[in-house]
Nanobody, 116 residues
Framework: QVQLVESGGGLVQAGGSLRLSCTASGIIFSMNAMSWYRQAPGKQRELVAV???????NYADSVKGRFTIYRDNAKNTVSLQMDSLKPEDTAVYYC??????????WGQGTQVTISS
């Protein structure tokens, strides 16, 4: 049984902060690249941030300087610290676990709403 469970979504005002967390089970967590994606209404799902099994990090241009991704392999968690939030950050955020040529799993998604 593989589960990716997100938490931390909610509603905040523009300029505020939010931290999302994803706890994984049923996978060898340390061998997976972990990512956060988001999908806004009427938009395609987009990659927000990824942290590889080796710790390399990449961000979407739209969130650089505002968001921070980090992982704790001992706790099987990946988190996304979101600061200076903007209304355009409003979306459903999904946790993803990817192991090349092996598996690709998704969480159920958590709603993030930024009001102006």
């Amino acid at each position: 049984q593989v589960q990716l469970v997100e938490s931390g979504g909610g509603l905040v005002q523009a300029g505020g902060s939010l931290r999302l967390s994803c706890t994984a089970s049923g996978i060898i967590f340390s061998m997976n690249a972990m990512s956060w994606y988001r999908q806004a209404p009427g938009k395609q799902r987009e990659l927000v941030a990824v942290i590889s099994s080796g710790g390399s990090i990449n961000y979407a241009d739209s969130v650089k300087g505002r968001f921070t991704i980090y992982r704790d392999n001992a706790k099987n968690t990946v988190s996304l610290q979101m600061d200076s939030l903007k209304p355009e950050d409003t979306a459903v955020y999904y946790c993803n676990a990817y192991r090349r040529d092996w598996s690709n799993y998704w969480g159920q998604g958590t709603q993030v709403t930024i009001s102006s």
